[in-house]
């Protein structure tokens, strides 16, 4: 990294997200206060040298926020958050917000959008169908399964939705494997749409990769 603030786009994504689920205090007020103490203190031993590297602590090889205020680097995770929303398909913006959205009720959001997304290719019976018994629809389950952190996923195994919805745990299984490949491709549609501006404004240093 040579003055970029992220490793690469996935990373700008998931740190932006995560960021947005935390605290907006200054939390690292207390070390830089210690940092400095120990700076000025006119008596270094060996030690006390070793402790004030621990406290400084190595330069991250993901991410880089040296010279911004904890403000300044939430506004820049802001500013990724919102070239989600701004510069993506509705698509691509709900399976990255699903992906990468720490919040609850910001992934909801994503997922509702990728079930919006996916019912508009049924054909109308399929949409009647579901529409006059909605527990009939695995959709929103296998989202949620491929979307929520793994301890939140009690009721989510295939067996147990295909408990719900009536279907054979087979044909549910096949099911999933064609959401998972179309919803892989979304995603990294939105990651190459992504990284061309990020690099080019100099928020990342190279190409992320699969997802």
């Known amino acids: 990294m040579r003055g970029e603030l992220f490793r690469d786009v996935n990373v700008a994504l998931a740190t932006s997200y995560r960021l947005a689920n935390l605290p907006a205090i ?32 190595e330069p991250s090889r993901m991410v880089d926020f040296s010279g911004l205020s904890r403000l300044e680097t939430r506004a820049q995770c802001a500013l990724v958050r919102q070239a989600v929303l701004d510069r993506l398909p509705l698509s691509q913006a709900c399976a ?34 579901l529409d006059y018994d909605p527990l009939a629809d695995p959709l ?9 952190p793994a301890h939140y996923g009690d009721g989510l195994s295939l067996r147990e939705i295909a408990r719900r919805t009536r279907m054979s745990k087979s044909a549910l299984a096949r099911q999933a494997a064609r959401l998972d490949k179309a919803l892989d491709a979304i995603e990294r549609e939105a990651i190459v749409a992504l990284e061309h501006s990020f690099i080019g404004e100099g928020l990342c240093s190279r190409l992320g990769g699969a997802v």
Do not use: N
Not at 32 to 56: E, N, Q
């Open 26 to 57: 200054d939390a690292g007020a207390t070390r830089r206060a210690l940092v400095t103490v120990a700076c000025l203190s006119p008596t270094r031993s060996r030690m006390h040298a070793d402790w004030v590297k621990r406290l400084i602590g």
């Open 96 to 129: 990255v917000v699903a992906r990468f959205s720490q919040a609850p009720s910001e992934k909801q959001i994503g997922v509702s959008g990728l079930v919006a997304h996916f019912s508009a290719y049924r054909p109308d019976i399929v949409r009647a169908a």
């Open 140 to 148: 929103w389950d296998l989202l949620w399964r491929r979307y929520l």
